[in-house]
């Protein structure tokens, strides 16, 4: 059975350029959440979706936005991006409210 | 901003020796989730303890809670140095949100 998969591994992008980072859950998992990771830091949360809903929302600008299709996948836009966005951005899915959530293996985004 | 801390923020000690991590929180929990994480990549699952639960044991990791204090420890014995990794706890708080609120975490190593 697959991992929650993301994609792209690594990305390198400008400053206000805008940039999606895309995540699989694993089969039947249908929460979805993103986190930013910055270096030296614990994640922090930034979106939860559940059923193609927003469930919970992080301290993060509204540049920050991301969606859940059909299939549970979800996309996480930033817009106008900073400097300050580069991180490692994970996503986890979990079956609701039963165990630990499990994570993708991330995606590094860095602007120049 | 991030709830709680670890503790000690580094840990360097020699394989078969214990390991001892702490974990502090401010807010009432519904549960809380012990991550390892290697070299900046995802994070893996390694153990959930529910609030009104106090220990817990999974393989070589040891997790008590003291919820009238706020803390959690996380025992690793005897050590090997394929566990040099981080280890952050994050607690689940209560209410309809799957957020998890990470500390800044633990660095572990193990020297051979």
């Known amino acids: 059975d697959a991992g929650v998969t993301q994609s792209p591994t690594h990305l390198i992008k400008t400053r206000g350029q805008h940039v999606t980072l895309r995540c699989s859950p694993i089969s039947g998992h249908k929460s979805v959440s993103w986190y930013q990771q910055v270096l030296g830091q614990g994640p922090q949360f930034i979106f939860q979706y559940y059923e193609k809903e927003e469930r919970g929302r992080g301290n993060f600008p509204d540049r920050f936005s991301a969606r859940q299709f059909p299939n549970y996948s979800s996309e996480l836009n930033v817009n106008a991006l900073l400097l300050g966005d580069s991180a490692l951005y994970l996503c986890?899915?979990?079956?609701?409210?039963?165990?630990?959530?499990?994570f993708g293996s991330g995606t590094r985004l860095t602007v120049v | 901003s991030q709830q709680g801390e670890e503790d000690p923020q580094a840990l360097s000690i020699q394989e078969g020796e214990n390991a001892t991590m702490n974990c502090s929180y401010k807010t009432s929990i519904n549960n809380l989730q012990w991550y390892r994480q290697n070299s900046g990549r995802g994070l893996v699952h390694l153990i959930l303890?529910?609030?009104?639960?106090r220990e817990k044991h999974s393989g070589r990791l040891r997790v008590t809670l003291d919820t009238s204090k706020k803390s959690s420890s996380l025992l690793i014995t005897a050590s090997r140095a394929a566990d040099t990794a981080s280890y952050f706890c994050?607690?689940?708080?209560?209410?309809?949100?799957?957020?998890?609120?990470f500390g800044k975490g633990t660095k572990l190593t193990v020297n051979p």
């Open positions: 986890a899915s979990s079956l609701v409210g039963v165990n630990g959530y499990t």
């Open positions: 994050a607690r689940k708080t209560q209410g309809g949100s799957e957020k998890l609120v």
């Open positions: 303890i529910r609030s009104n639960e």
